[in-house]
């Protein structure tokens, strides 16, 4: 695993109450005890980690936060996309 | 129908409302029933680093211009909008203010807000730490207090008795009115101003709203499919409560009687909502007013416009009504209004006091496509006109905190 998905490993560990030692990029954040609150905190520490912003709605089904890898995967575009925007300027 | 009681009754002889639809029950009532959005593009700061850039503002407010007095010049915005809705409150009333000694000694003012001067709080914090001045403003404490508002207009109109604030998020009017009715009602006051006022749209506010990742970026479009959060507002509702033996007394004009109060608490967590919670305050307003499901005419709800509160509330009403649920005209006016937060069930609860009046339902606007879960009949789009004899207004905060309204026609 990159250093990106250890980082969000991490931030999802420090906000669960009992964190676990098996999480894997195809685990399923709904395994993991997450509800729309902790993931809004999850979503800032993410944030506030990378330097980016990552646009979510608590109240719409999103397909990025279905799985760790798919939250790594989409703070990984971000992060690239904001690299080149500021390449670019 | 209602039973006689065999308590004192308490009904409504002023209302005042200040809201993104304008200030003035008239202006307010007149938008709603045209269907008017008064949400658009912030401007009472800089939208420029946030992604939520929409808000319910109260467009050009000029404290001046609204007969305040010097005392509330110097107050916070939200203050203002208290003294404002008071003011008309007070005046529709009839009361001849400030009130004499002995009856300002029976009266109470209790005038909430969900979180009090924070943009008073948000510019001395600019003073102190971005510009490094040596001292805030001086009435910087004063601004910022929740109870400030209570006391401002218990200043304004001579109220000698209980004056507070309550805070309950976006449950703290209907708490407010709810404990004034119930002081009228055990016989502590025979007068009561009470409700509650909200003007907390600001950058660091809009801030924090945005991290809960519950506001949505295009409107409030409760009960609909595709809804995608809620939008901030401000404002205020104040209304003028009274026995009912001293409003008839002194020839008041009486708008409407206070039925019924329910209140509880989810006790289950901070956003997501209980059916439990919600039904038992509805059904306990229902059980205090002596009515059955079934004579509700109308309900004013909560309707945020959150993917959880609107099927929670809808499956919450079809709980307490069952199957007069399908006769009953909903609709949330916060898709024009925005969320009052603190001042919303206020500021409803004004709608509910004028589709009584004028036998017209408000309607819930931006209404395209309905969530299969929000099945009943929330007005889509236009106003409808309809008899309202009985009607709720329904509270439900962040925390869990519930309550619920219930109001009926003046005592024939």
Same mark, same amino acid.
């Given at each position: 695993?990159?250093?990106?998905?250890?980082?969000?490993?991490?931030?999802?560990?420090?906000?669960?109450?009992?964190?676990?030692?098996?999480? +894997?990029?195809?685990?399923?954040?709904?395994?993991?005890?997450?509800?729309?609150?902790?993931?809004?905190?999850?979503?800032?520490?993410?944030?506030?980690?990378?330097?980016?912003?990552?646009?979510?709605?608590?109240?719409?089904?999103?397909?990025?936060?279905?799985?760790?890898?798919?939250?790594?995967?989409?703070?990984?575009?971000?992060?690239?996309?904001?690299?080149?925007?500021?390449?670019?300027? | 129908?209602?039973?006689?009681?065999?308590?004192?009754?308490?009904?409504?002889?002023?209302?005042?409302?200040?809201?993104?639809? /304008?200030?003035?029950?008239?202006?307010?009532?007149?938008?709603?029933?045209?269907?008017?959005?008064?949400?658009?593009?912030?401007?009472? &700061?800089?939208?420029?680093?946030?992604?939520?850039?929409?808000?319910?503002?109260?467009?050009?407010?000029?404290?001046?211009?609204?007969?305040?007095?010097?005392?509330?010049?110097?107050?916070?915005? &939200?203050?203002?909008?208290?003294?404002?809705?008071?003011?008309?409150? =007070?005046?529709?009333?009839?009361?001849?203010?400030?009130?004499?000694?002995?009856?300002?000694?029976?009266?109470?003012?209790?005038?909430?807000?969900?979180?009090?001067?924070?943009?008073?709080?948000?510019?001395?914090?600019?003073?102190?730490?971005?510009?490094?001045?040596?001292?805030?403003?001086?009435?910087?404490?004063?601004?910022?207090?929740?109870?400030?508002? $209570? +006391?401002? =207009?218990?200043?304004? &109109?001579?109220?000698?008795?209980?004056?507070?604030?309550?805070?309950? +998020?976006?449950?703290?009017?209907?708490?407010?009115? %709810?404990?004034?009715?119930?002081?009228?009602?055990?016989?502590?006051?025979?007068?009561?101003?009470? %409700?509650?006022?909200?003007?907390?749209?600001?950058?660091?506010?809009?801030?924090?709203?945005?991290?809960?990742?519950?506001?949505?970026?295009?409107?409030?479009?409760?009960?609909?499919?595709?809804?995608?959060?809620?939008?901030?507002?401000?404002?205020?509702?104040?209304?003028?409560?009274?026995?009912?033996?001293?409003?008839?007394?002194?020839?008041?004009?009486?708008?409407?009687?206070?039925?019924?109060?329910?209140?509880?608490?989810? $006790?289950?967590?901070?956003?997501?909502?209980?059916?439990?919670?919600?039904?038992?305050?509805?059904?306990?307003?229902?059980?205090?007013?002596?009515? +059955?499901?079934?004579?509700?005419? &109308?309900?004013?709800?909560?309707?945020?416009?959150?993917?959880?509160?609107?099927?929670?509330?809808?499956?919450?009403?079809?709980?307490?009504?069952?199957?007069?649920?399908?006769?009953?005209?909903?609709?949330?006016?916060?898709?024009?209004?925005?969320?009052?937060? /603190?001042?919303?069930?206020?500021?409803?609860?004004?709608?509910?006091?004028?589709?009584?009046?004028?036998?017209?339902?408000?309607?819930?606007?931006?209404?395209?496509?309905?969530?299969?879960?929000?099945?009943?009949?929330?007005?889509?789009?236009?106003?409808?006109?309809?008899?309202?004899?009985?009607?709720?207004?329904?509270?439900?905060?962040? /925390? /869990?905190?519930?309550?619920?309204?219930?109001?009926?026609?003046?005592?024939?």
């Amino acid at each position: 695993m990159d250093e990106v998905a250890n980082k969000i490993i991490d931030i999802l560990k420090k906000n669960m109450k009992e964190p676990s030692d098996s999480i +894997a990029l195809e685990t399923p954040l709904t395994d993991l005890d997450i509800e729309s609150l902790d993931l809004a905190v999850i979503v800032f520490d993410i944030e506030d980690t990378f330097g980016i912003e990552i646009p979510y709605n608590a109240n719409e089904e999103v397909e990025d936060f279905s799985t760790v890898g798919a939250v790594v995967d989409k703070v990984n575009a971000i992060i690239s996309e904001k690299k080149s925007s500021g390449a670019a300027a | 129908m209602a039973q006689p009681k065999d308590r004192r009754r308490v009904v409504v002889t002023g209302q005042g409302v200040v809201s993104a639809l /304008g200030i003035g029950q008239d202006v307010f009532w007149n938008a709603l029933k045209d269907g008017t959005c008064g949400i658009g593009e912030a401007t009472l &700061y800089d939208t420029g680093e946030l992604y939520i850039t929409i808000a319910g503002e109260v467009d050009n407010f000029e404290p001046r211009e609204h007969d305040l007095t010097k005392q509330f010049l110097l107050a916070d915005r &939200y203050s203002q909008f208290a003294g404002c809705a008071a003011g008309e409150a =007070v005046a529709q009333s009839g009361l001849e203010t400030p009130l004499p000694g002995d009856e300002g000694a029976r009266t109470a003012c209790i005038i909430g807000t969900g979180i009090g001067g924070v943009t008073t709080m948000e510019f001395s914090y600019k003073m102190l730490f971005e510009e490094k001045k040596r001292a805030t403003h001086p009435l910087t404490l004063l601004k910022t207090i929740g109870s400030s508002a $209570a +006391a401002h =207009v218990s200043i304004e &109109y001579g109220v000698t008795g209980p004056c507070f604030g309550v805070v309950s +998020a976006c449950s703290t009017a209907p708490h407010s009115i %709810g404990l004034v009715y119930q002081m009228i009602q055990n016989g502590l006051c025979d007068l009561g101003i009470a %409700g509650a006022a909200e003007a907390s749209l600001n950058w660091g506010t809009t801030r924090a709203w945005q991290a809960m990742r519950v506001l949505s970026p295009d409107g409030l479009f409760p009960f609909c499919k595709g809804r995608n959060g809620t939008v901030l507002g401000e404002g205020a509702g104040v209304f003028v409560l009274e026995e009912y033996n001293h409003a008839k007394q002194r020839g008041a004009n009486i708008l409407a009687e206070l039925l019924g109060f329910g209140m509880t608490s989810d $006790a289950a967590d901070m956003v997501n909502p209980s059916i439990e919670g919600a039904s038992t305050a509805m059904q306990i307003a229902l059980d205090d007013a002596r009515l +059955a499901p079934g004579d509700i005419d &109308y309900i004013n709800a909560h309707g945020t416009a959150t993917k959880v509160n609107d099927i929670n509330e809808t499956r919450a009403i079809k709980r307490v009504f069952g199957k007069a649920a399908n006769e009953l005209s909903i609709s949330a006016t916060k898709s024009m209004h925005g969320h009052c937060l /603190g001042a919303g069930g206020g500021v409803e609860a004004v709608a509910v006091l004028k589709a009584m009046q004028e036998g017209v339902v408000p309607p819930t606007i931006g209404f395209d496509e309905p969530d299969p879960e929000c099945d009943l009949d929330y007005t889509p789009n236009t106003a409808r006109k309809r008899e309202v004899t009985f009607a709720m207004s329904n509270s439900f905060a962040f /925390g /869990g905190l519930n309550a619920v309204l219930v109001f009926g026609p003046a005592p024939a």
